[in-house]
């Protein structure tokens, strides 16, 4: 079985602009959750999706959305970068919603914001 | 709220010698506890988890840790370490019955010297 993709794998950004980053779960799998990894705050969560809803969500500003379309893919999105967006986001993914316990991570997209 | 507190950011350790990263973390319910390792530029594997029963969980690669809810504890423990375990150990917890979310630790960085 293939794990969790993402893309892409890095990406260089200027302030003020716009991102969106993929991430494909597991086949079978139907939620997925993101995760915002900086060297300053750590490993922060972001949003979790399931059957196309956002069922959770972390304490992040309003420029932080995401979405999950039918095949159970998600994006998730960051407008009006700011300098401190640069980090490592990765995206997990878990058969049911909520299910910690059964849950894989992809290997990342890495951000950068000039 | 919980929490988790890594208690060591980095542990220098010699090839060959037994190693421990210590973790507690603080929850007022029943919790799920995780270990994950992250090598440079690469996602989160997850090396072991505790979920109910025995305290003593084995995972990958020869780690272990074990649970000591009295001392809300969850301590990462190999008892020979190689080169190759150079890496990023996060500690991680979820409440039971909780939107399921993971809540990090900072992380401990490993360092294996030949």
Known sequence: KAGVTQTPRYLIKTRGQQVTLSCSPISGHRSVSWYQQTPGQGLQFLFEYFSETQRNKGNFPGR????????????????????????????????????????????????TVT | AQSVTQLDSQVPVFEEAPVELRCNYSSSVSVYLFWYVQYPNQGLQLLLKYLSGSTLVKGINGFEAEFNKSQTSFHLRKPSVHISDTAEYFCAVSERGSQGNLIFGKGTKLSVKP
């Open chain 1, 64 to 111: 932080f959305s995401g979405r999950q379309f039918s095949n159970s893919r998600s994006e998730m999105n960051v407008s009006t970068l700011e300098l401190g967006d640069s980090a490592l986001y990765l995206c997990a993914s878990s058969p049911i919603a909520g299910a910690v316990y059964e849950q894989y991570f992809g290997p990342g997209t890495r951000l």
